[in-house]
């Protein structure tokens, strides 16, 4: 079977060199600490996300985090807890945490490459665009329950009204 070009491209590169590559057509903020981290600065509509790509070669595997600016006071913890175990219920791809010390509500998503040598400009395009998507979707039920004084289950009736028509 013949190896197109692209594909050898790639097999070259070293899966973080594929992010770096990726993030880089967004024209997004980037840094690279070492071969195995890239952290990201993104735009989004409701706030700015910081995402991190790390590379684990015994786990053959590349894992995404998308932290929200958003702080969690210690008094909501126990209703966003909530709020995430809900939230995660409605995922195809990954799922949301929260970063205990930081008090940081996150997305996580990782991608299995054993066998490959890298990811495709597209796997990566696919994990951005998905932790983007559902970090935009899911913001609003953080806000209602953070600052909005809503219980989970309002939060996420209210965050995933769909519209529909025009006003």
């Known amino acids: 079977m013949a190896t197109t070009q692209r594909e050898?491209?790639?097999a070259e590169h070293h899966p973080m060199d594929v992010v770096e590559q990726t993030v880089n057509l967004y024209e997004w903020q980037t840094e690279r600490s070492c071969d195995t981290e890239i952290a990201v600065q993104a735009p989004g509509k409701w706030c700015d996300y910081s995402l991190y790509f790390t590379w684990s070669e015994n786990a053959e595997a590349m894992q995404l985090t998308c932290a929200f600016d958003m702080r969690i006071p210690a008094a909501k913890?126990?209703?966003?807890?909530?709020?995430?175990?809900?939230?995660?219920?409605?995922?195809w791809l990954g799922h949301f945490t929260l970063w205990a010390d930081e008090g940081l509500p996150m997305f996580r998503h990782a991608l299995p490459l054993r066998g490959a040598d890298a990811p495709t400009l597209e796997q990566v395009q696919d994990m951005v665009e998905t932790a983007l998507y559902e970090c935009e979707r899911f913001y609003p039920a953080f806000q209602y329950v953070i600052w909005g004084g809503q219980s989970a289950e309002q939060a996420m009736a209210s965050a995933l009204?769909?519209?529909?028509?025009?006003a």
């Open 8 to 10: 050898i491209e790639f």
């Open 77 to 91: 913890r126990v209703a966003v807890q909530e709020l995430l175990m809900m939230a995660n219920e409605n995922l």
């Open 161 to 166: 009204l769909e519209t529909v028509g025009e």
